[in-house]
């Protein structure tokens, strides 16, 4: 990780693919930068989130049975729950409604082998791309609209490794109008919690229709 410890990053702008871009330095962060544009914004934070109980292995395999999985998916081949990718090419994560608890999505995870550095850690960048997506179905579910994540701060509190089985819990935080807040937190097979994080997301002005 180009910055240490908890970070919160704002995306001003899309990214570009195939491309070079360039990171900045700045007080306190970085910034990602496409020529003189600046993409996104990182920074160093203070970060703290009270996360609920844990979602049992067993209780996530079945909610993740009841995944949205819509008739046009927005993005069909996101790598953190697109359904168009194989294991192995994406994280292939897949919240679904847990029973019996209010508004809280959940899904088993056990970390491909390709996501780990030879000592078999799961590299941080592939921890918050699990703990991303799954906040969108938390607070737009069923969709209202497609949901842009906007802001995302996060902390890495212990390491997960390959093989690893573990859940994936998120939750609503804040609905407001367009702007929708969601904590999500990747949890071990005994309750603790491995890494967590608080996200914003935007509604676009235009949907998309659900199967």
């Not at 395999?61 to 081949?77: D, G, K, L, S, W």
């Not at 497609?146 to 902390?155: F, Q, V």
């Not at 890495?156 to 804040?174: C, F, N, T, Y």
């Amino acid at each position: 990780m180009l910055v240490e410890g908890d970070v919160e990053v704002m995306f001003l702008q899309g990214t570009p693919l195939e491309r070079s871009l360039r990171v900045r330095r700045v007080t306190g962060g970085l910034d990602l930068c496409d020529g003189a544009r600046v993409l996104a914004e990182a920074r160093e934070v203070s970060f703290t989130l009270e996360s609920p109980p844990p979602v049992s292995i067993e209780q996530a395999e079945i909610a993740t049975t009841a995944f949205p999985r819509f008739v046009n998916h927005p993005i069909p081949r996101c790598f953190a729950c697109g359904p168009e990718r194989a294991a192995g090419d994406g994280l292939r994560i897949f919240p679904g409604p847990v029973a019996g608890r209010e508004a809280t999505y959940a899904a088993p995870w056990t970390p491909d082998a390709s996501l780990a550095d030879e000592s078999g850690r799961v590299a941080p960048e592939f921890l918050w791309a699990a703990l991303d997506c799954a906040g969108a179905f938390a607070v737009n579910e069923p969709p209202r609209g497609l949901a842009l994540l906007g802001r995302m701060a996060a902390k890495i509190d212990r390491a997960v490794r390959a093989e690893d089985q573990l859940v994936v819990v998120a939750w609503p935080i804040a609905l407001a109008d367009r702007k929708l807040v969601a904590g999500t937190a990747i949890y071990r097979g005994d309750g603790a919690v491995c890494a967590a994080a608080k996200s914003t997301w935007v509604l676009t002005r235009s949907g998309f229709a659900s199967g």
